[in-house]
Nanobody, 122 residues
């Protein structure tokens, strides 16, 4: 089993910053992509940012220039630095990690965290 735990959410004023962290643990053989998704009330879950094992990144257009995704492979951790936050960034943010698991890495996994609330409001 692979577990994913997010942290770092909270309440922030418009224009403020937050840094989300997500740590993966368990029977991890390798980690491929690590990503952040968000879901606002009444809306579908959407991709915010993703980073591959090689360090390539992809962002949702609405967060480009404001959010930065990074990862620490030694710690199996992915971060999301969020600057210039807007009220429309308010959502539950979920971390997703996928890769190979077990001693031999023959099996794949796709793990989600429980989510962390980010609220941007004055």
């Amino acid at each position: 089993q692979v577990q994913v735990v997010e942290s770092g959410g909270g309440l922030v004023q418009p224009g403020g910053s937050l840094r989300l962290s997500c740590a993966a643990s368990g029977s991890i053989f390798s980690i491929d992509a690590m990503g952040w998704y968000r879901q606002a009330p009444g809306k579908q879950r959407e991709l915010v940012a993703i980073i591959t094992s090689g360090g390539s990144t992809q962002y949702q257009d609405s967060v480009k220039g404001r959010f930065t995704i990074s990862r620490d492979n030694a710690k199996n951790t992915v971060y999301l630095q969020m600057n210039s936050l807007k009220p429309e960034d308010t959502a539950v943010y979920y971390c997703n990690v996928n890769g190979r698991r077990g001693y031999s890495g023959l099996n794949s996994y796709d793990a989600w965290g429980q989510g962390t609330q980010v609220t941007v409001s004055s």
